[in-house]
């Protein structure tokens, strides 16, 4: 299948300006783009005249727990104890299929603002897995590992099943493994996840720093020990204590922030100018829908932009949506030949986005990115002109909000 987007407008990379021109997409990657005006379209499969509209590389979204859509409101204007309280004695009520349709909705809602990956933390991960096969996003999920009632080897084994069905499915769906943190978590579990996951070499995600109070839970170097560090995406990190970066300098990670969660349950402001002149690589992510509430990763940008106000220029926040998760992962984050045809189409004449002119710092500044109009998956449509093409979004809904009642009632 090859195909061609003709008379563009793209920004191919976090540091480029837009310019006009042609995306060739062929067999789930870009084959490569080019500004020349005479195309010879009888090589094509499918053309598609996106004149007027905006192309950019999909973003990724670094930390969420997407089944949460289901509790989103529940608990707000709580503070971070008792609104985790809350959110613990509802999760227990959890079942597979609330997570299915729960996961389809959150996914919808990345999608629909320019998103084409995220990273996942939860339970029942399988019906994640399901969800995201059947909307077409991609992602990087893992089971959420805590130690903390005698039940850590049944959490670790699902974990290792999840692996087992669906890492590498389709290209699309990744599975690491993702100890909750480490005041959930023992030095003694971190060391056996971080074996397991240098066996079976994927990736793990941990909260790390979330509170102030961890400063004096757990220490870099204890942490440093177990191996937790390689191949590791950090979340929060708000309150990092004085080695943190010295530490993590060492080893791949990726951070991601999550500016508005942290504010929303009183937790601060992570140090993103402390962590960006330092070179670590960074990311944002909204965490859970209980806890921000909104999904769209653009917003999380345009805090950072704010925290960071005069000291930060576009490339560099644009490379925490694109270009630190894209390399983290792979191949992803930019419209160049090789990379994964993740692409998201935009239509960039709506009042937030104007004048053009000045289209790179409106996309950020506004906290969305544009009128999102067509999203592309693996060199695959999963969204077009408001409407999912693989998923009856008005029929989830109708399933999803019976689940969320059943929740509400027990
Ligand atoms: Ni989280």
Same mark, same amino acid.
């Given at each position: 299948?090859?195909?061609?987007?003709?008379?563009?407008?793209?920004?191919?990379?976090?540091?480029?300006?837009?310019?006009?021109? @042609?995306?060739?997409?062929?067999?789930?990657?870009?084959?490569?783009?080019?500004?020349? &005006?005479?195309?010879?379209?009888?090589?094509?499969?499918?053309?598609?005249?996106?004149?007027?509209?905006?192309?950019?590389?999909?973003?990724? @979204?670094?930390?969420t727990?997407v089944a949460m859509t289901l509790f989103r409101g529940?608990?707000?204007?709580?503070?971070?104890?008792?609104?985790?309280?809350?959110?613990?004695?509802?999760?227990?009520?959890l079942y597979d299929e609330a997570v299915y349709y729960a996961s389809l909705v959150g996914t919808a809602e990345m999608v629909r603002h320019?998103c084409t990956?995220f990273?996942d933390?939860y339970?029942f991960e399988d019906a994640v897995a399901r969800a995201v096969r059947d909307i077409g996003i991609r992602a990087?999920?893992?089971?959420?590992?805590?130690?903390?009632?005698?039940?850590?080897?049944?959490?670790?084994?699902? @974990?290792? &099943?999840?692996?087992?069905?669906?890492?590498?499915y389709d290209?699309r769906i990744?599975?690491?493994?993702?100890?909750?943190?480490?005041?959930?978590?023992?030095?003694?579990?971190?060391?056996?996840?971080?074996?397991?996951?240098?066996?079976? &070499?994927?990736?793990?995600?941990?909260?790390?720093?979330?509170?102030?109070?961890?400063?004096?839970?757990?220490?870099?170097?204890?942490?440093?020990?177990?191996?937790?560090?390689? @191949?590791?995406?950090?979340?929060?990190?708000?309150?990092?204590?004085?080695?943190?970066?010295?530490?993590?300098?060492?080893?791949?990670?990726?951070?991601?922030?999550?500016?508005?969660?942290?504010?929303?349950?009183?937790?601060?402001?992570?140090?993103?100018?402390?962590?960006?002149?330092?070179?670590?690589?960074?990311?944002?992510?909204? &965490?859970?829908a209980?806890?921000?509430n909104s999904l769209n990763?653009?917003?999380?940008?345009?805090?950072?932009?704010?925290?960071?106000?005069?000291?930060?220029?576009?490339?560099?926040?644009?490379?925490?949506?694109?270009?630190?998760?894209?390399?983290?992962?792979?191949?992803?984050?930019?419209?160049?030949?090789?990379?994964?045809?993740?692409?998201?189409?935009?239509?960039?004449?709506?009042?937030?986005?104007?004048?053009?002119?000045?289209?790179?710092?409106?996309?950020?500044?506004?906290?969305?990115?544009?009128?999102v109009v067509y999203v592309m998956v693996?060199?695959e449509w999963i969204y077009r002109e408001g409407h999912f093409t693989k998923v009856d979004m008005k029929e989830v809904l109708k399933e999803f909000e019976k689940h969320v009642e059943r929740l509400r009632m027990?």
């Amino acid at each position: 299948m090859k195909i061609l987007l003709k008379n563009v407008l793209m920004i191919s990379a976090y540091n480029a300006e837009p310019v006009k021109g @042609n995306v060739i997409v062929e067999s789930g990657k870009i084959a490569g783009i080019n500004t020349c &005006d005479c195309m010879e379209e009888d090589q094509f499969d499918e053309i598609e005249d996106l004149s007027g509209l905006l192309v950019i590389p999909g973003a990724m @979204n670094t930390h969420t727990h997407v089944a949460m859509t289901l509790f989103r409101g529940f608990y707000d204007g709580l503070e971070m104890k008792r609104w985790l309280d809350g959110i613990l004695r509802a999760e227990t009520r959890l079942y597979d299929e609330a997570v299915y349709y729960a996961s389809l909705v959150g996914t919808a809602e990345m999608v629909r603002h320019g998103c084409t990956a995220f990273v996942d933390m939860y339970f029942f991960e399988d019906a994640v897995a399901r969800a995201v096969r059947d909307i077409g996003i991609r992602a990087y999920l893992t089971r959420g590992i805590v130690d903390v009632d005698g039940g850590l080897d049944k959490r670790i084994r699902e @974990n290792m &099943d999840i692996f087992e069905q669906w890492h590498g499915y389709d290209g699309r769906i990744w599975v690491g493994f993702g100890p909750h943190a480490p005041y959930t978590c023992s030095m003694k579990c971190l060391e056996k996840v971080a074996r397991i996951r240098e066996e079976l &070499d994927t990736f793990v995600t941990i909260h790390l720093y979330e509170t102030a109070d961890e400063r004096c839970k757990y220490r870099m170097e204890d942490l440093e020990k177990t191996g937790i560090f390689e @191949n590791a995406i950090l979340v929060h990190c708000v309150h990092p204590p004085e080695d943190f970066t010295e530490v993590v300098g060492k080893h791949r990670i990726l951070v991601s922030l999550n500016p508005a969660s942290n504010m929303k349950l009183g937790n601060g402001i992570p140090p993103f100018m402390e962590y960006l002149e330092k070179g670590i690589p960074l990311s944002v992510g909204t &965490d859970g829908a209980a806890s921000n509430n909104s999904l769209n990763v653009w917003k999380e940008l345009y805090l950072c932009a704010l925290i960071a106000g005069d000291r930060v220029n576009l490339s560099e926040l644009f490379a925490m949506l694109w270009e630190m998760p894209g390399k983290f992962f792979g191949k992803l984050g930019r419209l160049q030949e090789g990379y994964e045809a993740d692409l998201v189409v935009i239509n960039p004449e709506v009042p937030e986005c104007v004048p053009l002119g000045s289209l790179r710092n409106n996309l950020v500044y506004s906290g969305i990115p544009g009128e999102v109009v067509y999203v592309m998956v693996k060199g695959e449509w999963i969204y077009r002109e408001g409407h999912f093409t693989k998923v009856d979004m008005k029929e989830v809904l109708k399933e999803f909000e019976k689940h969320v009642e059943r929740l509400r009632m027990h």
